[in-house]
């Protein structure tokens, strides 16, 4: 008979600060999920259907109108705040409640890099199909730069240095611009828009993703010379 795999131990190291851990209502709900023996991996798969919905919400959203198209865009931005609830509560469950999984650094990394490029593209295409050309290309701008912040994070850690979560477009951040921008396209049809919020909402995230991946590189860049 094969032994079950052991429960590895959480990686606190690459622990993001998030405020909203500390929060009674994020407090109760974890204890909840954890009492009814829900593991933190099965939190984290419902965080990425999240994504996979969102995305596709905003990709659809430019081609309805009126308000079908403010119903898909509200729905999306729920689903971004979905998904981040998902991410905060997969670690409290794991961490506060002992119900780590041997898998959890998979999934604790990866569905958020999918969930960036679902996101950020998913609204690039909604503003296109709205009637910006250049929202694919907006979109896979903000992915790319979304994928490098995490790389230079995680090139750090890699060299021994303690995990870089500076913004000024961290993951929470990029989420929270892009609920913002959704909650504002969502009133587009009043005035006849054709995407150009969205696309002002990515150009937004990309300036500030682009900052955020220099100013990690610059941190990185000094601790290696401090340590040489």
């Known amino acids: 008979m094969t032994d079950a795999p052991e429960t590895a131990a959480p990686d606190l190291t690459n622990r993001r600060p998030l405020k909203t851990r500390g929060a009674a209502w994020a407090g109760r709900l974890a204890a909840a999920i954890a009492g009814k023996g829900v593991s933190a991996d099965v939190i984290s798969g419902l965080g990425l259907a999240f994504a996979v919905l969102g995305g596709a919400l905003l990709a659809a959203s430019g081609g309805v109108e009126d308000g079908w198209r403010s119903l898909c865009l509200v729905l999306g931005a729920t689903c971004v705040q979905l998904r ?84 000024p477009m961290a993951k929470p951040h990029r989420m929270a611009a892009l609920t913002a921008t959704c909650a504002i396209a969502a009133f587009e049809p009043l005035w006849r828009g054709r995407g150009e919020v969205l696309a002002v909402g990515l150009a937004v995230v990309a300036v500030g993703t682009l900052v955020t991946v220099v100013r990690r590189t610059r941190t990185l860049a000094e601790r290696l010379a401090d340590r040489r």
């Open 84 to 167: 981040l609830a998902c991410n905060l509560l997969d670690g409290m469950v794991a961490v506060e409640h002992g119900r780590a999984s041997p898998y959890g650094p998979i999934w604790n990394e990866l569905p958020d890099r999918v969930a960036d490029v679902l996101f950020l593209v998913g609204a690039g295409y909604g503003a296109m199909s709205a009637g910006f050309s250049g929202g694919p290309a907006l979109g896979w701008i903000c992915a790319a730069l979304a994928m490098l912040t995490a790389y230079v994070r995680e090139l750090g850690r890699g060299l021994g240095f303690p995990a870089d979560f500076s913004g």
